[in-house]
């Protein structure tokens, strides 16, 4: 049988990305400015460390991707301000307290950003948003930005065209 469309086009209606960073706790407020900004996935943004930040340059390195090719992507003055809001919170949690390897940036597991994310819809009278439709709709705001979709395949990482031209 053929497999059926489970495609989602779901984008944020007026309004929902206010009540969704009022909403979430500081920490995920980061996330999810992280992800409306560049478009990464889940696990991309749970893996962040500060090594592969480079605010000189407004990039990070993403060195561990779903398609097993590293990327750098360019950083929005929105997500270096979320970078560096978190970086300053991550040093305050250590103490300076040097650790042997480098930590995560953020403290969320990848079940707990999505229970987490689900919950502050619930809270906030989102329907149906899932925590993947913030990287759809990443994707389609760099489209409306007017980036043409080599351009937007090299910072989201899609390998598939036809998965990247569902967001135009």
Do not use: W
Not at 83 to 102: D, Y
Not at 110 to 137: A, M, N
Request: glycine share 6%; aromatic share 6%; with cysteine.
């Amino acid at each position: 049988l053929p497999k059926s469309d489970r495609a989602r086009t779901r984008r944020l209606e007026a309004g929902e990305e206010q009540r969704l960073l009022i909403g979430a706790n500081d920490q995920l407020q980061r996330i999810i400015t992280l992800a409306l900004e560049t478009g990464m996935r889940r696990g991309e943004i749970l893996n962040i460390k500060k090594s592969h930040i480079d605010l000189t340059l407004k990039t990070l390195l993403i060195p561990f991707t779903k398609t097993n090719e590293p990327r750098t992507i360019p950083l929005s003055s929105a997500a270096v301000a979320s970078l560096t809001k978190q970086l300053k919170a991550s040093q305050r949690q250590s103490q300076g307290v040097i650790s042997l390897h480098e930590p995560p940036f953020f403290a969320y597991k990848p079940r707990g950003v999505s229970g987490e994310f689900l919950k502050l819809c619930r809270r906030t009278g989102i329907d149906d948003f899932h925590f993947h439709d913030l990287r759809q709709e990443a994707t389609s705001r760099l489209f409306e930005k007017g980036l043409n979709p080599v351009e937007i395949a090299t910072i989201t990482g899609h390998k598939d065209t036809r998965m990247l031209m569902r967001y135009t």
